[in-house]
DNA sequence: GTCTATATAATGATAGAC
DNA sequence: GTCTATCATTATATAGAC
């Protein structure tokens, strides 16, 4: 007999051994780092070692179907919060419990590298990219000359510098981290809105002189007007 | 017999084995990471792995050992090229050989976390500190609210961003990764021109609701008038 | 100072009993 | 399906010979 497998809900106690195992892994992973034990992992779902082996027959195997499942619950947790007009990108990634644990996971995944890296990546970068779009629409953000590039590259500054964050924080729980960011707010919200709102510079002689050397030439998109 | 222990122009191939070793422990983990083996080590320096452990007692001791020397080589290369007006902050941490080794070796520092990486970020951030005084002083950068914290955030931002660009950028040498990261330069450098110098909102309501919420009642800085 | 050989510890994976 | 016991690998650290 086997019961849902936590097709929304969760935190059922009564799941597949193997999911049970799955989101413990996603814990301890999002808790210590992907270099957890699988003795540790087997205590937190309550069976053997042995076990993790068995039903997902090697660690890289393991840590793909925990990514598979963080990104899962990332879109889980994206379109609830889509529909939540209230709710910044920012407030519901560093809101408590499974957010929080997804949030760090993500982080945790960049650290490590590799192909999880790009794809969780990629993953926020189409959801900046409606962002972007929606804003710009709305006439609430400028234009870019590339909104392409702009977006991938503001999602890899706000997530290196959440990265970076998450690295010089000392080790605690996903929950403690993200309160800590929420605490920390007023350190990086001012810069941002500064930056977003002001820009930095105070000619626009640098930026003119690279679209005409660069842009130029090659038929660039026109500057926009907004 | 000691021969001087490079301090300054280093690449002399008759320097004590402890310096040879140090040496060769930080390309190898600029190269290959903090978990690269002895073996590997005692190799490119043409030791045997047993004299590693003579020489500097544990791991975490030669790791400290490559975190000063790389410390001491980015300072090296700081005044170096603040003696030089032309350089800008990317183009010399991009620059092939020394310097690409000393730019992945933080990298790597900073994504392995801890007090390392919070060591090498505030060399940084005393780096842009006063790169930005200079910038408001001259007046090409606006002033802020908050100097020191906008000072934090835009380090943490930007080295996050090149982060991040390295951790999903394919495993290779120092000297290819920053040579990818100048080819891949216009994809940031406009996103990042037009960020810094027309902002990204069309209005400034967010933050002056702001810095009436936040920084007005407890008297912070007024707001600057360039 | 330097090397070879070894001790020790931890981990992922395997084999077989229940 | 699940567990216990074991294997094989890897890496750091140590001991002692040269």
């Given at each position: 007999m086997r019961t849902a497998e936590a097709s929304d809900g969760r935190a059922l106690s009564d799941l597949t051994a193997r999911a049970r195992i799955r989101d413990a892994a996603v814990g301890c992973f999002a808790e210590h780092g992907f270099d957890t034990p699988f003795r540790t992992i087997a205590q937190a779902a309550g069976v053997s070692p042995g076990l993790i082996t068995h039903h997902f027959?090697?660690?890289?195997?393991?840590?793909a179907a925990c990514d598979t499942e963080v990104l899962q619950r990332y879109h889980r947790l994206k379109t609830a919060a889509l529909a939540d007009p209230g709710a910044t990108l920012t407030s519901w990634l560093t809101a408590p419990?499974?957010?929080?644990?997804?949030?760090?996971?993500?982080?945790?995944?960049?650290?490590?590298?590799?192909?999880?890296?790009?794809?969780?990546?990629?993953?926020?970068?189409?959801?900046?990219?409606?962002?972007?779009?929606?804003?710009?629409?709305?006439?609430?953000?400028?234009?870019?000359?590339?909104?392409?590039?702009?977006?991938?590259?503001?999602?890899?500054q706000a997530m290196g510098a959440m990265l970076v964050q998450f690295l010089i924080a000392p080790d605690t729980t996903p929950d403690v981290f993200v309160a800590s960011l929420r605490a920390r707010e007023q350190d990086v919200v001012l810069p941002q809105l500064e930056l977003y709102t002001e820009g930095l510079l105070t000619s626009s002689d640098m930026l003119d002189d690279y679209v005409r050397l660069v842009a130029g030439p090659t038929g660039g998109a026109p500057a926009p007007t907004a």
């Open positions: 027959g090697s660690k890289a195997a393991l840590r419990g499974d957010a929080a644990v997804v949030t760090v996971y993500m982080l945790r995944a960049v650290q490590a590298g590799g192909q999880p890296a790009r794809d969780f990546l990629d993953s926020l970068t189409d959801h900046a990219r409606t962002l972007m779009a929606d804003g710009v629409a709305a006439g609430v953000i400028r234009p870019s000359r590339d909104e392409e590039a702009r977006v991938r590259h503001l999602t890899h």
